[in-house]
């Protein structure tokens, strides 16, 4: 088992293109979480899927932002039109379910906006 | 909806000295507590939880948390810390019936100095 895997580590992108992180979790865990950290603060919670069905969508997951889990196994998550705003870590975690009650998180994307 | 409040952003310490990161949550639903741990250029990674039971939990490098109901604290300790126990360290919950979304405080950079 080689954890949560994260892709790209980084990203640099100019303000208005769009870009593409990829998350893979541990193999056979149901759930699959994004997560968005800022300097400063803690991570804060953006979407979960139970195998590939998005069950809920955080508000701070704008129009611009979309994931997708179309096999349940990896997971991406696109943001358009990027914004300064957007400059963050995007961090990913899985868990098993039913049952896990433990999130095991990847080493994160740090997206540069330029 | 839940809130975690880390009393501390910062916390100096010496090796070999005691620590304590405070941590006080609100929540209109049952939670489940969590501690993670933030290494230099690292993932997140689990350090403790409690989710029932003895409300002193602990975990395998010393660090010990306890859950207390009436005061709505979950205080994360270590009686000896060393240089590698360097890092920052996030309290969060999760709600019981929607476990690894979590809610995170906005974490306490510990260092700790010769």
């Known amino acids: 088992d080689t954890g949560v895997s994260q892709d790209p580590r980084h990203k640099i992108t100019k303000r208005g293109q769009n870009v593409t992180f990829r998350c893979d979790p541990i193999?056979?865990?149901?759930?699959l979480y994004w997560y968005r950290q800022t300097l400063g603060q803690g991570p804060e919670f953006l979407t979960y899927?139970?195998?590939?069905?998005?069950?809920?969508k955080s508000r701070l997951l704008s129009d611009r932002f979309s994931a997708e889990r179309p096999k349940g196994s990896f997971s991406t998550l696109e943001i358009q039109r990027t914004e300064q705003g957007d400059s963050a870590m995007y961090l990913c975690?899985?868990?098993?379910?039913?049952?896990?009650?433990?999130?095991?998180f990847g080493q994160g994307t740090r997206l540069t906006v330029v | 909806a839940q809130s975690v409040t880390q009393l501390d952003s910062q916390v100096p310490v010496f090796e070999e000295a005691p620590v304590e990161l405070r941590c006080n949550y609100s929540?209109?639903?049952?939670?489940?507590l969590f501690w993670y741990v933030q290494y230099p250029n690292q993932g997140l990674q689990l350090l403790l939880k409690y989710l029932s039971g003895s409300t002193l939990v602990e975990s395998i490098n010393g660090f010990e948390a306890e859950f207390n109901k009436s005061q709505t604290s979950f205080h994360l300790r270590k009686p000896s810390v060393h240089i590698s126990d360097t890092a920052e360290y996030f309290c969060?919950?999760?709600?019981?019936?929607?476990?690894?979304?979590?809610?995170f405080g906005a974490g306490t950079q510990v260092v700790v100095t010769p």
């Open positions: 193999s056979e865990h149901n759930r």
């Open positions: 975690a899985s868990s098993p379910a039913p049952g896990g009650t433990e999130a095991f």
């Open positions: 929540s209109s639903v049952s939670v489940y």
């Open positions: 899927f139970q195998n590939e069905a998005q069950l809920e």
């Open positions: 969060a919950v999760s709600p019981t019936d929607s476990w690894g979304k979590l809610q």
